[in-house]
Nanobody, 121 residues
Framework: QVQLVESGGGLVQPGGSLRLSCAASGSIRSIQTMAWYRQAPGKQRELAAT???????NYADSVKGRFTISRDNAKNTVYLQMNSLKPEDTAVYYC???????????????WGQGTQVTVSS
């Protein structure tokens, strides 16, 4: 039906950068808000950043000024540029999308499978 596929995770040294991508595919009529969450070991999943269909953005205080969320509506893709990475940014990063399916009236939320980001020297 709908798939969200993340990519771009990996191992990076403190102070380094990574760019995550999340591409949505399937019977999609339109995508509203897209977001990145993250879950560190032993912790609850937390919101990192959101972006609306009009490209308004919002960030958690912990990532503000270091992370940038963006989207390409033509490609149904959301990105997370992560700079000045810290060890405490280590987590599995998940994207989600609130979207309308073709021929369906209800807004639904879909999640990606997650991509590991490890910040370590």
């Amino acid at each position: 039906q709908v798939q969200l596929v993340e990519s771009g995770g990996g191992l990076v040294q403190p102070g380094g950068s990574l760019r995550l991508s999340c591409a949505a595919s399937g019977s999609i009529r339109s995508i509203q808000t897209m977001a990145w969450y993250r879950q560190a070991p032993g912790k609850q999943r937390e919101l990192a950043a959101t972006i609306t269909s009009g490209s308004s953005t919002n960030y958690a205080d912990s990532v503000k000024g270091r992370f940038t969320i963006s989207r390409d509506n033509a490609k149904n893709t959301v990105y997370l540029q992560m700079n000045s990475l810290k060890p405490e940014d280590t987590a599995v990063y998940y994207c989600n999308a609130d979207l309308f399916l073709e021929r369906r009236p209800s807004l639904r939320r879909y999640w990606g499978q997650g991509t590991q980001v490890t910040v370590s020297s």
